[in-house]
């Protein structure tokens, strides 16, 4: 058995149809969850995150990338070197150094 996971998400049955044919389009067969939960109760949607599209396992990286060219996900932003991190540990070891210099030579 296959195993489904999601990568779209919407409380807009509209906008998950479209998702949807677009990625069917390219081969990726999709699943929506709670779609039925949404059509009978859809004050419930907001409680289990909308309607959710799910693809295959193995497909996973190629609807991603999909809905990442076609603007309904955001690409992923990597996380950029900390510089104000890194100066704060520099200036807290210096300090400590400067206590021990000034204990050790009997200043403080």
């Given at each position: 058995m296959?195993?489904?996971?999601?990568?779209?998400?919407?409380?807009?049955f509209s906008e998950i149809y479209l998702v949807r044919h677009l990625l069917e389009e390219h081969g990726?067969?999709?699943?929506?969850?709670?779609?039925?939960?949404?059509?009978?109760?859809?004050?419930?949607?907001?409680?289990?995150?909308?309607i959710q599209l799910q693809v295959e396992e193995k497909d996973i990286i190629?609807?991603?990338?999909?809905?990442?060219?076609?603007?309904?996900?955001?690409?992923?932003?990597?996380?950029?070197?900390?510089?104000?991190?890194v100066v704060a540990i520099l200036f807290a070891v210096l300090i400590i150094l400067m206590v021990v210099y000034l204990w050790r030579k009997g200043l403080l």
């Open positions: 296959a195993k489904f996971i999601t990568v779209y998400s919407s409380m807009s990726i067969f999709c699943f929506t969850k709670d779609e039925l939960l949404a059509q009978t109760a859809p004050y419930l949607t907001a409680y289990s995150n909308g190629e609807a991603v990338s999909i809905l990442q060219e076609h603007g309904y996900l955001a690409p992923k932003i990597e996380k950029r070197f900390n510089e104000t991190k």
